[in-house]
């Protein structure tokens, strides 16, 4: 009789729950070269200011990077791999683990972290309050710590993007690293291969 409701109470249990794993590629890139006083660098003066994620901060951030040329940045290969754990009847996430291949020093595993569900799937946002100290590194101030993890229920693709820029304690120009991740693939439910 145990047996019997033990079984009856685990089947929803187990039905219910999916793991997805997600296969991504991409790259990261990393710059020290600063930004010349320009409007660029008051619309990140702008964005950290702000205590949280607006539209107009995002396309301010996105204009700042585009005052690096191409050849400023230092882009390695990336490989992703993301584990979902979401409730697929009510589409509702239960956990994510991501490990990188290689996995850029500068990220936080201890990041504070979000979850949203959206018309199209779920995302998950890492961040850090600005100007923290960086946990790896405690020379470092955060000026923009954000990576994104999402999940596509109708097109089963996965992506991470990300931005890190941090900035040295004393001042020091040259010497403050930014960094974009950004990579995207196909997910497809986790198989146990023993």
């Known amino acids: 009789m145990r047996l019997l409701i033990v079984l009856l109470l685990s089947i929803p249990l187990y039905s219910e729950s999916s793991k997805i794993m997600c296969e991504l590629d991409g790259d990261f890139s990393v710059t020290y070269k600063d930004i010349k006083k320009t409007y660029l ?11 949280r994620q607006t539209q107009q901060s ?18 390695s290969p ?14 509702e996430f239960k956990s994510l683990i991501h490990t990188l291949d290689p996995s850029p020093a500068w990220i936080n595993t201890d990041a504070a972290w979000k979850a ?7 995302s998950v946002t890492h961040s850090m309050e600005l100007d923290l100290d960086h946990p790896l590194f405690p020379e470092y101030k955060v000026q923009v710590y954000k990576i994104t993890n999402t999940f596509n229920w109708f097109t089963g693709k996965g992506q991470i993007s ?3 820029w941090l900035k040295k304690k004393d001042g020091t120009r040259g010497k403050n690293p930014k960094i974009e991740i950004y990579a995207k693939g196909k997910c497809e439910s986790q198989i146990k291969k023993f």
Do not use: M, P
């Not at 949203?116 to 779920?122: F, V």
């Open 116 to 122: 949203t569900n959206q018309d199209t799937g779920i």
């Open 162 to 164: 990300g931005d890190i």
């Open 58 to 75: 995002l396309f301010l951030l996105r204009r700042a990077k585009t005052n690096f040329a191409e050849e400023d940045w230092s882009k």
């Open 41 to 51: 660098a008051e619309g990140i003066e702008l964005f950290k200011n702000l205590a």
């Open 78 to 91: 990336l490989y992703v791999v993301q584990y979902w754990e979401v409730d697929s009847e009510k589409e």
